[in-house]
């Protein structure tokens, strides 16, 4: 927001604050603007609780890698076309990109230059996504933690992910790192070189999502479990928590 638009959020976000007693979370970066004693459940997404992992190939055959999602520089496409567009990518390796936004000419190019390698399908179908998802194995989420949009919006894309049987690489915006821990994988850095490291990491099977992380996950995250918590905070008493 900018202008009169930011000055009337921020007024209005100052006038309920003491109204709130506790709060479903979308991010856990929304609770910095809450006072630290009040009561939350993050609800990012919700992941199914028989979800299995799609197999890692074993016989040599390539490692897919998904980017789902707006082709805007909110959500990191920037990055991953300078990854791709730069630097050598390892043969074992394809990218399949779906979505539409402003860098789909590039993508476009980007095919054109590595027929196979890297495919761009544009704005798909649901069944075809489903297909899609169904022979990846990695799903990208690139949000860039220095967009505004990372302090309010949680990237869904690695709730769709994991429920499609996706392994997770992901930066660390929005908190991300907070909710999936184990469950996936961090770039160390957002830049393209940080990208190619954990892409060879993988494509060499030199790291594994751990499944555990995955079962700590379904237990917070499936609807069982976030009905559990939202049940426990509703069963306190507010009158002892000053928001």
């Not at 649901?126 to 220095?146: A, P, Y």
């Not at 770039?187 to 995955?214: F, I, Q, W, Y």
Request: charged fraction near 20%; proline fraction near 6%.
């Amino acid at each position: 927001d900018k202008g009169y638009v930011r000055l009337i959020s921020w007024f209005a976000e100052w006038l309920a604050k003491p109204l709130v007693k506790a709060a479903l979370l979308a991010t856990p970066t929304l609770a910095k603007r809450l006072p630290p004693e009040t009561p939350i459940v993050l609800v990012p997404g919700i992941l199914e609780k028989q979800v299995q992992l799609n197999p890692l190939p074993s016989d040599g055959s390539p490692v897919h890698f998904l980017y789902s999602g707006s082709l805007d520089v909110e959500r990191g496409i920037p990055l991953l076309l300078e990854y791709l567009e730069t630097s050598s990518l390892p043969s074992n390796a394809v990218f399949e990109i779906t979505g539409q936004g402003r860098f789909g000419g590039r993508l476009t190019q980007l095919m054109d230059r590595r027929p196979g390698q890297i495919i761009y399908h544009g704005s798909v179908s649901s069944k075809m996504l489903t297909e899609i998802r169904s022979r990846c194995h990695f799903g990208l989420n690139l949000q860039s933690s220095c967009n505004p949009i990372s302090e309010v919006t949680y990237p869904s894309k690695t709730f769709d992910y994991l429920n499609a049987g996706l392994r997770v690489i992901s930066t660390r915006a929005a908190g991300v790192d907070a909710v999936l821990g184990e469950a996936a994988h961090y770039l160390e850095d957002e830049t393209p070189e940080a990208l190619a490291h954990a892409v060879e990491r993988e494509v060499s099977m030199k790291c594994a999502t751990e499944e555990n992380g995955l079962a700590a996950l379904k237990i917070n995250y499936s609807i069982e479990g976030t009905v559990k918590r939202i049940k426990a905070m509703l069963s306190l008493d507010f009158r002892h928590h000053s928001a």
